[in-house]
């Protein structure tokens, strides 16, 4: 509950600050369980992001991209004929819930003045989205709730909204000294941040954790003694201030400097923090990579199982191919025991089994010669076991050429399906995830029909940075926009970037006759090319650059498959936000 009533308070502060009287010009639902309300503030355009959904509920301001389906659904379809050209008039919470309602002056259809309200309840998997008139009928819902779902409470259109069961947890806004101790009487030895959360309304664990931290310097102290009273006067001290609305959104970082939780006020029990000015900032940091690989995960499910599957099935084919190559070994015995054979084949006779047999070959200082034991075929006669020993021989010599072909094919097609995964990881919107599909179709993996049916192909949409010295880089998600940007964007003079012997994605840095740039360009390209590749995460990472004169395509090879021979290598650590705050909107 990371998102709790408190920081609920902070989101719906910061929405009536900037948006009360704003007024609706676009409504958009990317996502089944988000809702993006474009308004026109005193502030400019401002995109207020509603996602009920079960995994990353949450309210506020966006500016993150996202992708429209190309026909709305009808929550959104409802939500632009009421709500268009509607202006702002209201932003509660109700009371100290995870419940927040929006009102809007609007029109009806008869154009007369009227009022409609956009209920978000912000609850974990119990998050909804509920559009009522200005009585409380609701209008619809984006997630209805039947007698089916919930026997204590039904949400569906033509009802009247009825706030959620209360949860018998006192409202931490009303609390007093006198009150929180005489609640605190019986608890106990109980963990001061446990019976925080267990008593009162809307607090996280988090947050439960730092006002416990702040009162005694540790997170763990049981409710007891003369520390009660100190906890107290911070819990006290914490929620004037957010009736006061004085907020401090923040991350605490965890030891390898990664976000671990976020709160309305400074996470200081993990000894670092990064600190934000809204808590519209601090969820889109928070929730641009979670989302992104929420959806990948949801719409791409067939994808990686394909891949799973191919994967799986070339893993096995080549250790059996391998196997086969080492038994490829024993061509030279096959040989030699031929050889023996046929030198000694008037000591042999057709039904014996083995053989020692002097080996010619072998021929040592004083004049004797070493023997061998051969093993023979019984049904055949000496000529013919040679000849079947001949046989074996010519056979594995065949088979190790063949076999080590097959296996470096197996080898580069296991290394263009790592590719795919790796370009997987980094799609963004539905339109990358069809791009990887057509390709894999195109490939011969699942359906051939997806390639040749499809539509006209629109152009690929890579992504685009713009670096300190001003120079444009683009970067592909997957191998069709490797090529585009490789071979139909660049230039023969403008540099090209990709991780040293890692699946990744394709950077070019375009001169666009700015002349030569400097090296903190150089760094910035090399870092994102080692961001978005298998190697992202590692805390260095060789990155191979040369200008894209220096790069051929082979006949017949897969998508984003290039070969160089002229390069020159940099070894980066790529910073996550530095590379972010240079990706263009």
Not at 131 to 137: L, R, S, V
């Amino acid at each position: 509950m990371a998102f709790d009533a408190g920081f609920l308070a902070a989101a719906a502060a910061e929405i009536k600050k900037t948006a009360l009287g704003a007024r609706i010009e676009r409504i958009t639902q990317p996502e089944r369980d988000t809702v993006v309300l474009q308004m026109h503030t005193s502030e400019g355009g401002r995109r207020l992001l509603i996602n009920a959904g079960s995994s990353n509920p949450r309210i506020g301001f966006t500016d993150l991209g996202m992708e429209n389906p190309p026909t709305p659904p009808l929550f959104c379809t409802l939500l632009r004929k009421h709500l268009s050209g509607a202006r702002l008039s209201d932003v509660r919470q109700e009371g100290f819930e995870r419940v927040l309602t929006l009102s809007f002056e609007a029109r009806d259809e008869m154009g007369f003045a009227c009022q409609r309200r956009l209920i978000a309840e912000i609850m974990g998997k119990y998050s909804n989205l509920i559009f009522t008139d200005g009585e409380g009928k609701i209008l619809s819902v984006l997630r209805p709730v039947d007698f089916t779902t919930s026997s204590l409470r039904q949400v569906l259109p033509g009802m009247r909204y009825e706030l959620p069961p209360p949860q018998n947890k006192y409202d931490p806004l009303a609390a007093t000294e006198a009150s929180f101790l005489a609640l605190s009487e019986t608890a106990g030895g109980v963990s001061a941040d446990k019976w925080l959360t267990a008593t009162y309304l809307g607090i996280s664990a988090a947050v439960a954790r730092q006002i416990v931290y702040d009162a005694t310097g540790e997170t763990d102290t049981p409710l007891n003694g003369a520390r009660k009273a100190d906890i107290c006067r911070r819990f006290l001290s914490v929620y004037e201030d957010v009736k006061a609305g004085r907020f401090s959104p923040s991350f605490g970082l965890d030891e390898n400097g990664e976000p671990a939780e976020y709160a309305f006020l400074p996470l200081t029990q993990y000894g670092r923090i990064r600190s934000f000015d809204s808590v519209s900032a601090l969820l889109d940091v928070w929730f641009a990579a979670r989302d992104r690989q929420a959806r990948v995960r949801q719409r791409a499910a067939d994808v990686s199982r394909l891949l799973a599957n191919a994967r799986t099935r070339l893993a096995h084919k080549l250790e059996r191919q391998r196997a086969e190559l080492a038994e490829c070994a024993n061509g030279a015995a096959y040989q030699k025991a031929g050889d023996l054979i046929v030198a000694n084949c008037h000591l042999l006779t057709k039904g014996m089994t083995e053989a020692t047999l002097t080996d010619y070959a072998d021929c040592r200082e004083d004049g004797t010669f070493g023997t061998a034991k051969v093993t023979l075929d019984p049904r055949l006669s000496p000529a013919a076991n040679a000849q079947r020993y001949y046989k074996k021989y010519a056979k594995s010599k065949t088979a190790k050429t063949e076999l080590t072909k097959q296996i470096a094919l197996g080898e580069a097609e296991l290394a263009y399906l790592e590719a795919v995964e790796t370009a997987l990881s980094l799609a963004e919107t539905p339109t990358d995830l069809s791009e990887i599909r057509e390709e894999l179709a195109a490939a011969g993996y699942g359906s051939r029909g997806a390639a040749s049916n499809a539509k006209k192909r629109p152009v690929p949409a890579p992504m685009e940075f713009l670096t300190s010295g001003g120079y444009r880089v683009l970067c592909g998600k997957n191998n069709l926009q490797n090529e585009y940007i490789t071979h139909k964007i660049a230039e023969k003079t403008d540099y090209w970037f990709h991780a040293k012997n890692r699946p990744g994605s394709h950077v070019v840095l375009l001169l666009e006759g700015k002349g030569e740039p400097d090296a903190a360009d150089f760094t910035e390209a090399a870092s994102i090319a080692a961001l978005y590749s298998a190697a992202a995460g590692a805390p260095l990472t060789e990155v191979d650059y040369t200008t894209v004169r220096n790069l051929k395509k082979a006949p017949g090879a897969k998508p984003g498959f290039v070969i160089y021979h002229t390069n020159w290598s940099a070894t980066v650590s790529p910073d996550k936000e530095a590379v972010a705050a240079l990706r263009k909107k």
